[in-house]
């Protein structure tokens, strides 16, 4: 600190006050000690010292693509619960899934000093973890896995669930299912087109780039791929890769008053009460989100880290009727 | 600029921001930038940036009854896009309806300094609003009116839409509408009562005890309610007071085999989707949170408060199908 006043021609008392957060000081010296700071190479320092000791945050941060979507909202709600026990708020943003979103709100974070981060990772990636500047606080990578070495990561076993609704498909006696989902590259994606291919290719089939369909970004979108693939009569079924598609495929079949054996990927609310119900791969999500929030806490209270830093959580196969031929789409009649 | 930006962590914008001497900087990353300015020897205008100790949080906090239940969640994520576009995040906690969670909420929320606080007060009230101790940052009730003078408060026209969705069901023949509703301790909840008692009276009816719940906080409760009606056969068409009584209704009719026409209270996603589809009384949801964004954000900017203090967003009844009478309900045929 005595070479930073120095530097900075000013009182060692006042950067005593700069780094304990005080806020009567004229912006021109602090200005002159952020520089003095930086030129000194003190910029660990001077984080650190943004984190004001003795006076904690006791928030965690929370990154999702997009707080409207049930299964985000289930998670986040699943982290606060278990949070909150422990006096912890949550502070929870939607990348959106893009990458600069994403390392803004990062910093947006780190700069509000949470004391853990839960991430999940944007579709577009942003800058490695490695470039993050200053000290990272414990993280946590949700749904998929990130870049930041010695992080914990939770997963779903997607390749697993996807392959056994693909293996039903085909058991049901299709032959052309159809892969209704959004891009690869959402590592999420990639997996459940694995466990799709994996299936099929245990029946002797191979994926027929006619009916994998990367596009369905939205419930709307969605619904335009199956009725394409309706109407040219190319698919016998469909695997819908989430609950967007899911319920894309719902609403085509309502609108043309024909189905096609669907399971979809993500149960949800109203699954059980369409027509006919809809099957689906069940990820135990409020479990995954307890789980992220339980490692934050682990860390935080100092708590040796669990040797097995990536977990991957087993999903269920929720057969309802949708998977089954011969059923006639639910229509107002 | 770039290089300050890139040794820095932060967005180019940002450092435009810092050396234009703007007020609104987080001081952490204001502390980087100076630091990566005194690296690399970058010292134009610094004496003119504004590098602010002490804190602004930029931070809203958000206090909902339950993330995980949409209608909360499609709030929160308008607030967020708004928020976001001032630079401010959000801090979302669910209060469960319990008001001394409410109250350790607002005192957690503002012990971290949130600029302000958008507010749905609880079922279960807590203390009021005069002993909330210490400076009180700008206020929006939100959904239901709270006891602070000088708040701002949005509410939807809860007695109007219920009134209209009564009308209608009775339009349609009915004479015993069933009420399946929560506590009408919570206020929207009386207003919808209080709509659908209106349109009895306009019809010379008076509403039937036997005929009126407030049991029905979850779907399944509202599922029992309603089977119930239909095996006494009290009741010849439900206004389902809130989304999880519709989806009760719906799971009701379906394990019945039979149904009863039926309107509900708010919009769900797939309400188009089930059979037969589902009327409903919808709130511009999204609109109310972007408003309650927009006030907070007007008082932080110092704007003079609005005279009207108490906005009421009209409702819209968009009827599917399901207020009509004779058709099956959706089975798994």
């Not at 070479?3 to 010296?29: H, M």
């Not at 894309?248 to 979809?264: K, Q, T, Y």
């Not at 307890?290 to 830093?309: K, Q």
């Amino acid at each position: 600190m005595n070479d930073v006043a120095r530097e900075a021609g000013v009182a060692l008392k006042t950067v005593s006050r700069f780094v304990n957060g005080e806020r009567n000081i004229d912006p021109v010296l602090a200005g002159r000690i952020g520089a003095a700071i930086g030129t000194l190479g003190y910029r660990r320092n001077l984080a650190a010292a943004s984190l004001r000791p003795g006076r904690s945050s006791r928030t965690i941060g929370l990154i999702i693509s997009d707080l409207a979507n049930p299964y985000y909202s289930t998670i986040a709600r699943a982290i606060e619960l278990l949070a909150r026990e422990h006096g912890f708020l949550l502070t929870t943003a939607s990348s959106d899934e893009e990458g600069d979103r994403h390392d803004a709100l990062v910093d947006r974070l780190l700069g509000q000093q949470v004391e853990g981060l839960i991430v999940v990772p944007p579709r577009q990636a942003g800058r490695a973890w490695s470039q993050v500047p200053g000290p990272v606080p414990p993280v946590v990578f949700l749904d998929r896995p990130g870049d930041l070495a010695g992080a914990d990561t939770i997963l779903a076993d997607n390749a697993g669930g996807a392959r056994a609704a693909t293996v039903e498909l085909l058991a049901q006696g299709a032959r052309s299912v159809a892969f209704v989902g959004d891009s690869r590259a959402i590592s999420t994606m990639a997996e459940r087109y694995r466990g799709y291919a994996d299936a099929l290719a245990e029946h002797g089939l191979a994926p027929d780039p006619a009916l994998v369909s990367a596009a369905a970004h939205s419930k709307d979108q969605a619904a335009a791929v199956v009725a394409e693939l309706m109407a040219s009569g190319a698919a016998d079924a469909v695997f819908a890769a989430n609950n967007r598609a899911s319920l894309g495929a719902v609403l085509a079949f309502r609108e043309s008053g024909r189905r096609l054996p669907l399971i979809g990927f993500d149960d949800f609310e109203a699954a059980a009460l369409l027509t006919p119900a809809v099957s689906v791969v069940s990820q135990d999500v409020t479990e995954m989100g307890r789980l992220a929030a339980e490692l934050v806490l682990d860390r935080l209270s100092g708590a040796p880290a669990r040797s097995d830093r990536l977990q991957i959580l087993p999903t269920r196969l929720i057969l309802r009727g949708s998977e089954r031929v011969g059923h006639a789409a639910g229509g107002d009649r």
